[in-house]
């Protein structure tokens, strides 16, 4: 064979080589594919806009509600709509633990705050997500969300949903989010 078959050969094979390595790698979840590149920029897109704007109820976004401010602003929206000058510790608590179909929901959100932060990895100990999954399964609305960041940001100083990204990969994001999505604002 002659130099230039032996340099076809060669640039072939690691052609087909490169194509088998990059399908190898998209199906184990170690390459993203433009799907995958698509949908994080949106779940970014709508952390940011999550982050610049918390002074206005937006139904759209519902990542909005890790915002740890954005509690006090459904509270305001509340306070608008219903006439009120101010909201009482008992209005304040029927908000944050409403009753649906005669069944009160009183959640621990400090609790729920451990739960996720000790949700993450140790060293002998392997990160628990379904933890995350079932406390945001538990809530029931973004108003609990964000009183619940409100907590996590002062219990741990850190911001939750940074926290939740620093041990999920993108599956596990999309997760929280289609958990999020399904939550009224209050």
């Known amino acids: 064979m002659t130099e230039k078959q032996n340099n076809i050969l060669f640039f072939g094979a690691l052609g087909v080589g490169a194509i088998v390595l990059y399908k190898i790698g998209t199906a184990l979840g170690l390459i993203k594919t433009a799907e995958e590149k698509a949908n994080e920029e949106d779940a970014y897109k709508l952390t940011a806009q999550s982050n610049a704007d918390a002074t206005k109820i937006n139904t759209a976004n519902p990542m909005l509600s890790f915002n740890p401010n954005y509690w ?21 608590n029927k908000l944050l633990n409403p009753v649906v179909n005669g069944k009160s ?3 621990n959100l400090a609790g729920y705050c451990d739960r996720v932060y000790n949700a993450k990895k140790i060293w002998f100990r392997p990160d628990t997500e379904q933890d995350v999954f079932g ?13 619940m960041a409100s907590l996590f940001l002062e219990y741990y100083k850190t911001d939750l949903l940074e926290y939740i990204k620093s041990f999920m990969n993108d599956a596990q994001q999309a997760q929280v989010y289609n958990i999020v999505k399904t939550k009224k604002i209050l």
């Open 72 to 92: 006090v602003t459904i509270l305001k929206g509340w306070q608008k709509q219903n006439n009120k000058t101010a909201v009482t510790a008992g209005e304040l």
């Open 105 to 107: 929901y009183n959640v």
């Open 135 to 147: 406390v945001l399964r538990s809530l029931k609305n973004q108003a609990q969300l964000s009183k």
